[in-house]
């Protein structure tokens, strides 16, 4: 259930106290105001369907009492995702005007923004109204007005806040980023960090002007460096350096230490009482304010979330690699540093001096991206680093314009000009194509294939192996040799490079693990039968298929090369649906396949059939035009099942790969049922690639598949 109407209060509840005391204040707000209030609440990312249906319930159970004792019109929505980028979002989508949230956090009103409200009022294109759960009265919450440092915009946000605050008589804060501050950021901006002060203390006086109380200066600024850890050499070391770093610029230290799902509850108690007295002990001798965090899960996805979480505005990180840091692509620090939100430091164990380590910069160009170029150059001047600026692309993608490389020699300039050790470069992001190995002939038949694709599209080929429990270095080498001969039956002629990794741990936790860690652009497995799924990967099988970031090919026994000539593409027709015709279109050209894009609906309305008929033909369209050979059909489900629909088109036009949607039970379409893909994989004679909600390709134009009001249900260009 979602608002969309304009004139609408958001109001992100956690289902606590503070978060109701934030909806009462709300509906007072809009029943003054003759407003709609949206409630929003934001679940981690692959919650499951009972945790999305339980969270609904909540939310039907507030949004039906508080219309049936304040009349006034409550929607909700439950989103997954980062809560700071989801309260953003959900913002635009609704119009929202005002956003009013509960805030936990103990701070005077000096610094009402703890780490938490500062994420969400950064990325905030409305003001946002903090409720404290010592806030009775409407009157003591307090207004806040993000300035961006553009006049049209600040003083709209300044004109609506003080459209509130003038009638609920609450004060008002201006605040903005004033930490950033080079020369590359003033040519974006336009202001110097005084001059920055000085246009919020200007909004300030707009706002004073019409008889509100109004406060400015507010610093608003990530004030805590995150420290991952594993407990090893390298990490202390880290460690070491962060603390100096947090002493010279007043910042707070967060350690993270990040375990596998499957950790037991006296493995994760030891280990948060190790944290604990880490914390505690480097904090009351060296003076510094250090946390720590213990969370399970993939650690390419913990530590970019525990950044936004903890307002993080530098990372320092231990590196093992033997790689040199002008080589990083590829590999652990690789996968951190390429997505990385802010600047990262790496520091080897033998980096005794702060001045030995590098501080990696990945950019994009836009504006929050160079902010982090800003933030290097401070600590690279006070300790004497090495910056290394990277610009990170895929093979595919073409090399820089004309316009960005300037912008590239911009920076260099700048960076000399404030006499920092630096380079800058362009490097391309390697992609493998991984195969799980278990050493059977489904295996094998799948590495047969996965050779094939690996030479079709230019990557290297990575041959995983998991071990139930940790061995020797000598076991490891046998087990890499074993890997060796076994890759000798099934490949012949070898024209690629091929690594090969052994690793211990949880199998879901390992393959999606190192399926980041080498940029895997797809994973292929060997399955056996309809057991095959459990027997290749235990009973995480298709856990794994629904969590992958990247597209998985599910092969049966069939050792000889497959040339995809039939290409059977199956979507839906819900918002959810995240198939990406791009995929299909490179791997058409690739085989030089025809496509078979198809729909299944369960109506027999002649109107919603001209619809996805209309939709599906600008489809066609648009795969033709990129020279593929393309055909579309809508399939009616009988009763029978839509699988078996799928299942027997696929059977009827001698399709040689199928390509369907694995989706999260919980985000379930009308027609398709949460058990599709499950049914799909497990019944298909021929291979299936699965792509899931998660998985991201090249943004295609928006207009696309637009056919007047309709606009494109299938997310295929999103």
Not at 221 to 232: C, G, H, S, Y
Not at 682 to 705: G, R, S
Request: charged share 25%; hydrophobic share 40%.
């Amino acid at each position: 259930m979602g608002a969309s109407n304009k004139n609408t209060l958001l109001v992100p509840v956690d289902l606590t106290y503070v978060a109701n005391r934030a909806v009462k204040h709300s509906v007072e707000i809009a029943k003054q105001f003759n407003l709609k209030v949206c409630l929003l609440h934001i679940l981690a990312k692959k919650a499951t369907y009972s945790e999305h249906k339980k969270v609904e319930s909540q939310l039907q159970t507030i949004s039906d009492f508080t219309i049936k004792h304040s009349g006034i019109d409550v929607s909700y929505m439950a989103k997954e995702g980062n809560i700071f980028d989801g309260i953003s979002h959900a913002a635009d989508e609704i119009s929202a005007e005002l956003i009013i949230m509960g805030v936990h956090n103990k701070r005077g009103e000096v610094d009402i923004l703890g780490s938490f409200a500062y994420n969400v009022v950064k990325n905030s294109k409305v003001p946002v109204m903090i409720v404290n759960k010592d806030n009775i009265d409407i009157s003591d919450n307090h207004i806040i007005v993000p300035v961006d440092y553009l006049k049209i915009q600040s003083k709209i946000k300044a004109n609506i806040a003080v459209k509130y605050a003038k009638q609920l008589n609450c004060p008002v804060y201006v605040t903005g980023d004033v930490y950033y501050e080079s020369s590359e950021i003033k040519k974006a901006t336009g202001k110097t960090k005084v001059e920055k002060e000085r246009f919020l203390k200007e909004i300030a006086e707009y706002i004073e002007k019409t008889g509100v109380t109004v406060k400015s200066g507010m610093k608003v600024r990530p004030k805590t460096i995150l420290v991952p850890t594993d407990f090893t050499a390298n990490a202390e070391r880290a460690f070491e350096h962060a603390i100096a770093i947090a002493k010279a610029f007043d910042r707070n230290i967060c350690l993270l230490h990040v375990v596998s799902e499957t950790i037991t509850k006296a493995e994760k108690e030891k280990i948060n009482n190790t944290l604990k007295t880490i914390s505690q002990t480097h904090s009351k001798n060296a003076g510094v304010d250090i946390t720590y965090r213990l969370k399970e899960g993939s650690i390419f996805d913990v530590i970019p979330a525990t950044v936004s979480e903890i307002s993080a505005g530098f990372v320092v990180m231990g590196y093992h690699g033997k790689k040199s840091i002008k080589n990083l692509a590829g590999g652990f620090a690789y996968s951190v540093i390429s997505s990385s939100r802010v600047p990262v430091m790496i520091v080897k164990k033998e980096n005794k001096k702060i001045s030995d380590n590098t501080i990696v910069v990945p950019i994009d160009f836009s504006y929050e991206k160079l902010k982090k170029i800003d933030k290097a150059t401070k600590i690279a001047q006070h300790f004497d680093c090495h910056v290394h600026v990277i610009i990170v692309l895929d093979k595919e993608v073409k090399m820089p314009t004309c316009d960005k490389s300037k912008l590239l020699e911009r920076v260099n300039s700048d960076l000399e000009e404030d006499g920092i050790k630096y380079n800058t470069e362009i490097i391309e992001k390697p992609k493998a194509v991984l195969v799980p190995v278990d050493f059977t002939e489904a295996a094998g038949c799948a590495l047969t294939q996965a050779h094939e694709i690996a030479k079709l599209f230019s990557r290297k080929l990575v041959l995983l192996h998991i071990v139930g429990k940790k061995i020797t270095p000598s076991e490891e080498k046998e087990v890499e040799e074993k890997l060796k001969d076994f890759s000798k039956n099934y490949i012949k002629q070898n024209s690629i490079e091929v690594n090969y990794k052994i690793k211990t741990g949880s199998i879901f936790n390992v393959i999606t693990d190192t399926a980041l860690e080498v940029s895997a652009e797809f994973i292929v497995m060997g399955i056996h039968g309809k057991k095959g799924l459990q027997h290749i990967i235990g009973s995480f099988a298709y856990k794994v298929i629904i969590s992958s970031k990247v597209p998985i090919i599910v092969f049966r026994k069939e050792c000889h090369p497959r040339a995809f000539k039939n290409i059977v593409v199956s979507v839906d027709f819900s918002d959810e649906s995240r198939v990406k015709v791009s995929t299909a279109i490179r791997f058409a050209k690739y085989f030089d396949s025809k496509l078979h894009i198809i729909g299944v609906i369960s109506s027999k309305s002649s109107a919603l059939r001209l619809k996805q008929e209309v939709l599906l033909k600008n489809l066609t369209h648009h795969v033709e035009s990129s020279g593929i050979d393309a055909k579309t059909e809508i399939l009616t489900d009988s009763g029978v099942g839509v699988y078996k629909k799928v299942l027997e088109y696929a059977k009827n036009v001698n399709s040689d790969l199928l390509m369907i949607i694995a989706k999260k039970e919980g985000i379930i379409a009308e027609v398709f049922g949460s058990n599709y893909a499950k049914k799909i994989i497990e019944n298909a004679d021929i291979p299936v690639l699965t792509t899931t909600t998660y998985y991201e390709e090249e943004k295609e134009p928006e207009d696309i598949y637009s056919v007047g009001y309709f606009i494109d249900p299938f997310g295929l260009t999103r």
